[in-house]
């Protein structure tokens, strides 16, 4: 049998709740895949195009992007700003040859350990089916220096 | 004491940029009594042996507008470099990639198929397609490579600075030449216009709301546009907000919309990336499917927001398109 494809899966997950799910899914000693490698920001629209793209570039074959369930929004509504972006995003992906699918945007609560651990099971079995991620930079090019100024960084 | 010599090139562009320098009017008068213009193709009958002449550093400066496409093209940026002490990446395609870096979005077999053989003005009967060598009876011809994608000027060489812009503005063209001649540069590397949002200094932006909202998309043909108020207010989509200052709200004077060229400030690394986030964030309404339904209204989101800039984006090309 051929050895079975491990996708790399990135997870951007908001502070206040999808976080805190994974959290307590450890805590709790849930199980599940040890494909994704998670990543806390403060909210889920924090999250813009470029983060996302980055994920990609760097060799992520899917981004789970976590954030509150509408109205439940700590900031009150970023997370409507990160369903705008996704959804125009994952309009754009196809153009690029990467499958909408690979970019996945969930609502999930604080105390929702079991459907962290679904999503997170279901995802990479979604991904894994897919296959890897073909973007390979042309070797021609130098590496680009990402150095995201977070601080600096204005919303114009 | 000579005067400074300079060049200008072209690669793959179409011949606006060249045509920016002329639009320079009175002003290159001025340009061409304080320089030596040794190298421009466009214009002036030199030949490659002229610039292979030329003592490594005898350039002041280059400036090289086009994206980088061909062997030949990279070999002229190479030579260029060598000759000359600063290198000016001059538009949108040499700066970001510009429109010809929209072909990153095919393969280079499906760009030589379409173009040589599916194009419906096409009659290729025996199926030729270019050859980087190919017999005759005169002997060996030869073509330049194309590459599998387009690169940006600094992907292929050190590039000192960016006029940015398709074309560049003229005002910030004379500035550039005139900070070049009195040798008071700003840092290497520097995009040289200011660094702000368009809005910034576009006339209509006292009419912009505190919160913009876009309760519908609308493109220049559907509506009369109002020529006083933001377009965004008026549900057309301007990319003003995430673009550099420097042209004076050129295309908004004209009644149209900013698609982008002048790129993104020094804090963006991916112009498309932002600018959809920009837009996508002003998208009124919290309903998945409303949101989609608003969406659908850019029909090419990748051409949209990428329009100038698809080579220097992070993702540079279409997946699966580079050779591995």
């Known amino acids: ?156 | 004491m000579s005067k400074p010599k300079v060049a200008f090139y072209w690669c793959a562009s179409c011949g606006g940029c060249e045509e920016a320098v002329v639009d320079l009017a009175d002003a290159i008068l001025g340009v061409v009594e304080a320089v030596d213009i040794v190298f421009w193709p466009v214009a002036l009958d030199f030949k490659r042996s002229d610039v292979e002449s030329l003592y490594d550093g005898e350039l002041a400066a280059c400036f090289i507008n086009g994206g980088i496409r061909t062997s030949e093209q990279e070999e002229m940026a190479a030579l260029l470099r060598r000759k000359a002490q600063a290198v000016i990446a001059f538009g949108s395609c040499s700066h970001l990639g510009g429109i010809p870096g929209l072909a990153n979005l095919y393969s280079r077999e499906s760009i030589l198929n379409r173009v040589y053989l599916e194009a419906p003005s096409v009659d290729n009967r025996d199926r030729v397609l270019p050859k980087e060598r190919s017999e005759a009876d005169e002997g060996m011809l030869t073509l330049p490579a194309f590459s599998d994608s387009v690169r940006t000027l600094d992907q292929t060489i050190e590039v000192d600075y960016y006029l940015p812009g398709c074309p560049p503005p003229v005002t910030l063209i004379v500035n550039a030449v005139n900070a070049l001649l009195s040798g008071n540069l700003p840092p290497k590397g520097t995009v040289l216009t200011g660094d702000k949002a368009l809005c910034s200094e576009c006339p209509r932006n006292a009419t912009k709301p505190e919160k913009l909202s876009l309760k519908e998309l609308k493109r220049p043909h559907q509506l009369i546009i109002d020529s006083k108020t933001c377009l965004l207010n008026q549900g057309v989509l301007c990319l003003g907000p995430a673009t550099r200052c420097g042209c004076n709200a050129a295309c908004l004077s004209a009644n149209m919309p900013c698609t982008g060229c002048l790129g993104p400030t020094s804090h963006v690394k991916d112009y498309g990336a932002k600018a959809l986030s920009a837009i996508a964030s002003l998208l009124d309404s919290n309903e998945a499917e409303e949101i989609a339904t608003l969406a659908q209204r850019i029909p090419d989101p990748a051409g949209t927001f990428y329009r100038y800039s698809l080579p220097a984006s992070l993702l540079h090309h279409r997946a699966g398109n580079g050779r591995t």
Not at chain 1, 27 to 54: D, K
Not at chain 1, 86 to 93: A, D, H, S
């Open chain 1, 1 to 156: 049998m051929d050895e079975q494809f491990e996708p790399k899966l990135i997870g951007i997950l908001c502070n206040w709740c999808s976080y805190m799910a994974a959290d307590l899914v450890g805590t709790s000693r849930i199980r599940y895949a040890p494909n994704i490698r998670i990543i806390r920001v403060m909210c889920s629209g924090r999250i813009e195009s470029q983060l996302i793209l980055w994920a990609f570039r760097s060799g992520a074959d899917g981004v789970l992007i976590g954030g509150c369930n509408p109205g439940d929004c700590h900031y009150q509504e970023g997370n409507y700003k990160a369903l705008r972006r996704v959804t125009l995003l994952k309009q754009m992906l196809p153009q690029f040859g990467i499958e909408p699918e690979r970019l996945r945007l969930d609502w999930i609560c604080a105390s929702c350990a079991e459907e962290m651990r679904k999503t997170v099971e279901g995802f990479t079995a979604q991904i894994r089916n897919l296959g890897p991620l073909r973007l390979q930079t042309p070797p021609l090019l130098k590496p680009i220096k990402i150095e995201m100024e977070v601080s600096r960084h204005v919303e114009a």
